[in-house]
């Protein structure tokens, strides 16, 4: 152990991040990823870009990336929105992480359920905050009277990861009305795959936090670029951390990626509604082999057979080119998340699996 490693980096259990290998190549269906690429306009405006430019200091306030997603959303959801109403992180996990710097003092509690994203008990331990798990019930659903009138602020993934299931609007809307003094963090890293967004709720409570990412639904997990909309006060309170830790958190050239990808919204459309058509057609071929398929509102599904152990039937797929995300943990081990690819990779996954099962 390294002698100057301090106290808590000791003792702390980092996020293990799914496998980026480098072995061979695989069909990837282990992280996420969107497997159709950047808009077409995102990509031409990166070539056409003066790169000796890069000599100098991006935008420190983002400004003209935030007044672009803040009208999107004005568009969206009829109702204005500015640009102080959104925050600009560098990926999702960043915003989530200024989040607890900036909400929570050392002690206070946050509550979240027992099966969700791995890397909000990383951040807690980190922080010391005190994390209270809640329960999913048998079907793996939040149950939102579990979250009414909590001492401490709450994150939801909406939809929940890995388990791909989604609250309803009005849902996570009961939560916010039954915490009036709490903060409620909305992770929405999935919510363009069939959830509907708490953005709505931003003009209408001041203790909704709702946090989006660039890297699924528009296809750029390698920019790195999140964003999180609110209450003037809580983004103005994020970027009060932001400019205490580093003013520059957002290169040049992923600003106007992030640009140019929310001027493309045919695009986003479009490949999205083919993951979702996929996901669908492979959901039923899934089932059709026995295994059960929980109910997706995202670019995953979650998946589990009677007769073969999930942890069993990760290692024979990476045997054989496919990677999968398998979590051996409590509740779970014996599910496996399946990021939707194209239709040819799933038709492949779908064939390996026929074979997998004959044996």
């Known amino acids: 152990m390294e002698k100057f490693w301090s106290d808590k980096i000791k003792e702390i ?18 992280t996420n990823e969107n497997p159709y690429p950047p808009s077409a306009k995102v990509i031409g405006k990166i070539e056409s870009m003066n790169l000796e430019d890069l000599k100098l200091y991006p935008d420190p306030d983002v400004t003209e990336l935030r007044k672009v997603i803040a009208e999107y959303f004005s568009n969206k959801i009829n109702d204005k929105i500015t640009h102080k109403q959104v925050f600009i992180g560098n990926g999702s ?6 989040i607890f710097m900036t909400f929570f003092n050392a002690g206070d509690k946050v509550y979240y359920p027992d099966i969700t994203y791995s890397f909000y008990p990383v951040y807690a331990d980190l922080f010391n905050v ?11 659903e939040i149950e939102i009277q579990k979250y009414f009138r909590l001492d401490g602020h709450i994150i939801i993934t909406n ?10 609007l009005d849902e996570i809307e009961e939560i916010v009305k039954n915490n009036s003094n709490q903060l409620i963090i909305v992770d929405e ?22 946090v989006q990412t660039f890297s699924k639904s528009r296809s750029m997990a390698g920019t790195r670029l999140g964003y999180a909309l609110g209450c003037e006060s809580i983004i103005e309170g ?23 990808s929310f001027k493309d919204n045919e695009y986003f459309e479009k490949t999205n509604a083919k993951i979702i058509q996929t996901r669908e057609k492979t959901s039923e071929k899934l089932k059709k082999l026995g295994f059960k398929v929980l109910n997706s509102s995202a670019n995953f599904i979650f998946i589990s057979h009677k007769d073969i152990y999930a942890g ?16 051996s943990k409590d509740r779970i081990d014996n599910y496996l998340r399946v990021t939707i690819g194209t239709d040819e990779e799933m038709e492949i996954f779908i064939e390996k699996l026929e074979k997998l099962l004959q044996k």
């Open 312 to 327: 069993d039937l990760y290692k024979e797929l990476k045997k054989n080119g496919v990677l999968v995300r398998y979590f």
């Open 159 to 168: 939809p929940n990861a890995p388990t791909s299931i989604a609250l309803k």
């Open 13 to 30: 259990e980092p996020y293990t991040p799914g496998e980026q290998p480098k072995d061979k190549k695989y069909i990837k269906l282990n």
């Open 93 to 98: 996990d960043e915003i989530l992480a200024f």
């Open 130 to 140: 005190k994390e209270i798990k809640i329960p999913l019930n048998d079907n793996f």
């Open 189 to 210: 890293a999935y919510v363009d795959f069939g959830a509907e967004s708490a953005v709505k709720l931003i003009n209408k409570y001041d203790n909704v936090l709702v």
């Open 238 to 260: 994020l970027n009060r951390l932001k400019f205490s830790f580093n003013s520059y958190t957002i290169d040049r050239i992923s600003i106007e990626a992030g640009i140019e």
